[in-house]
Nanobody
Framework: QVQLVESGGGLVQAGGSLRLSCAASGRTFSWYNMGWFRQAPGKEREFVEAISGNGGLTYYADSVKGRFTISRDNSEKTVYLQMNSLKPEDTAVYYC?????????????WGQGTQVTVSS
């Protein structure tokens, strides 16, 4: 069992930056690929970015290319999402997830989410 808790969301103006964190507890963190997903009001949840267990491989959605960066610190059991050049369309609840399958999923464990709101 893996428990995930996101933090770092908030309100930011367009063009600004935020860094989300996801702290994990439970089994060996480095065994798990970690992913970030988001869900905007009225829309389906979508993949944002993912990182392999040892941090050597990442995969991202085209919509965040060049703006968002995922990283992890296995000693701290934490994964991060650095979000720069934020746009109003990035507004969503952001979720982190852990899994041992492909970087695109499916993922087995999910956090409760953190709200990110980007004002224009």
């Amino acid at each position: 069992q893996v428990q995930l808790v996101e933090s770092g969301g908030g309100l930011v103006q367009a063009g600004g930056s935020l860094r989300l964190s996801c702290a994990a507890s439970g089994r060996t963190f480095s065994w798990y690929n970690m992913g970030w997903f988001r869900q905007a009001p009225g829309k389906e949840r979508e993949f944002v970015e993912a990182i392999s267990g040892n941090g050597g491989l990442t995969y991202y959605a085209d919509s965040v290319k060049g703006r968002f960066t995922i990283s992890r610190d296995n000693s701290e059991k934490t994964v991060y999402l650095q979000m720069n050049s934020l746009k109003p369309e990035d507004t969503a609840v952001y979720y982190c997830a852990a899994g041992r399958n492909h970087l695109l999923g499916p993922y087995d464990y999910w956090g409760q989410g953190t709200q990110v709101t980007v004002s224009s």
